[in-house]
Structures are given as C-alpha cells and as structure tokens.
C-alpha cells in the first residue's frame, strides 16, 4: 500500500529542493523524476514546483499535494500496521521529535512512566532544532513533536500548548539569589550564558534587549544546554530556562530558578504538535494524552 511512484518522487524533490538530490536518494534516473513530476503537473493542471536557481521550492499548488500525500503515506502505513496487529498498545512505536531542552529529562521521564503500564510500547525520540521538529511532524518523519514555539506553523496540528514564562538560574550564593522576581536589567553586570540566536528563548531575549536598549555581552553562547548548564555549575554564571526544560536537568539543586518579568518573555509556548488531518495511530493518541496530562495547560484544535 505504498504511494504511486509519482507521488513519492514528488515528495522527495519537494524535501530535497533538488531532482538530482532526489535521484540519489531513490536510485531512480533523474529523467523519469522528471517525467513523472511533470506527468502530474499536466494531471492538475498547475506548476506544482517554483524552479529557482538554487533548487526547486513548492508552489501553493505543491503545498497541498505534498500536505495530501503525506497524510496519505502515514494512513496507509497505519492501516498496515493495524492488518498485521502491530496497530494496538502490544507493539507499537512512538515516534517523537523534540528541541534538547525537553530530552535532557522531562521527556525521558514521561516516556519511562508511560512504559510502566505500556510496556508494548517503544519511542524513538530525536532531538533537533525547535523548527526542524515542527518540520519533521510535518513531513511525517515523527509522530508527535514537543517543542517550543512563537506562532502558528502550516500544515501542522496543535494538540496541546502551555505558556513557559523564562527563568534565570541563578547560583546558590549569588547577589540576585534572594531575589523572587528580576528584569532583565538586573543581570547586566554579571556573567550571562545564552543559547544561540536561532532559538526562541534567545529571540525573545534579544528583542527584549533591544527594546530596553541594554547592550548584553554574554560571556558564554552554545546551542548545546548541557553547556550551558556546565558553565552555570562551574562559572556561577547566569543562565535561562523554561520550567519543564529546567526538570530532571540535575542542575535545579545548584541553582535558584526566579522569574524574569519582561512581559516579551511570555510569548513563547510549549506545543505538542501533530501532522494537521491525520488520524494518529492508537497508540500515538494514548501516549498523547499522557503526555498532555503530565505537561498540564490546556488542549487546543488549531490547524496550522
């Protein structure tokens, strides 16, 4: 129950941006990529790709063919899956893609505890940037997506969101450890560890930034938290986090967790993400509603 060879050589180029990428990836001759890529550009009627000098991008058109065809592919591996008994919460996989912070324990937790009363069940998580999860959910490659967010995504379902307001860490022993609330002021003078400019947090914190007109030097940038945490720990520096991120982190009984009040830094939400219009596997929906209840906050119904 496979996808006609048309449809998966569309998919391919459409993920790639390339045919001769795709022919790669399929071990099928550039030419008949091509021809079957035109073969349903004449069947619709429309340009389903945007042929640019660098690579091939979807037209609106392309969109919503690769959203139906994605959705398809997923179905009809469903449908398999249920044909052979593997549909059930006997022998199942869940597949989850998530930013890092979520994976250091929050995740790994839950998946644990689910376990217990599951055991059929198995997870593969795969940690990525916040949009590459988003992306991977949309694409089909996972299941559910747990990642941070600042607006709606296309062709994406939110199953769950809940506000993280963002935290300073700051050590035992510190200056501002008294404190029970601070703006972002209050951390200028001392050392800042910060995450990378292509993460949410880091955004927002920027945009913050700006808009006070504070000009931060932070004296530790990484996209990796398990740094950030380290230069924390061994520095006594000042770092940022969001609540369900900070748990099963280990680095919570070394610092003070105090919220930062700049109204900008509460723009940001945890999502659980699914592919828009699918209809999830039994155990995918089971495990979802697990895990809604473990993050807490409120459910929702918005396609992207």
Partial sequence: MDLAPGLRYFLEVARTGSITQ???????????????????????????????????????????????????????????????????????????????????????????????????????????????????????????????????????KVEHALRQPILALVPVGHPLAGRTELWISDLLPYPLGLTEQSTTMRQLFDIC?????????????????????SFARLHGGIILSGPLTLQGSGIDENVVAIPLRNPELAERSVQIQSMARRVLPVAVQTFLTYLRERMGGRKTADDG
């Avoid at 091939?56 to 065809?69: D, P, Q, T």
């Fill in 22 to 156: 795709a022919s790669a990836q399929l071990h099928v001759a550039a030419s008949a990529i091509s021809r079957q890529i035109a073969r349903l550009e004449h069947e619709v009627g429309v340009p389903l790709f945007e042929r640019r000098p660098r690579g091939m991008v979807l037209s609106e058109a392309g969109e919503v063919l690769a959203a139906h065809a994605r959705r398809s592919q997923r179905e009809s591996e469903q449908v398999l899956a249920d044909l052979r008994g593997l549909g059930t919460l006997r022998s199942s996989t869940v597949r989850v893609a998530s930013s890092q912070g979520f994976a250091r324990g929050f995740l790994p937790e839950v998946m644990v505890g689910f376990r217990e009363s599951h055991p059929g069940v198995h997870f593969h998580l795969h940690v990525t940037t916040p949009g590459d999860a988003t992306r991977r959910v949309r694409d089909g490659d996972a299941d559910l997506a747990v990642t941070y967010s600042l607006a709606p995504e296309e062709g994406v």
């Fill in 209 to 229: 930034a700006s808009l006070e007109d504070l000009d931060f030097q932070p004296a530790f940038v990484s996209n990796d938290s398990s740094a950030l945490h």
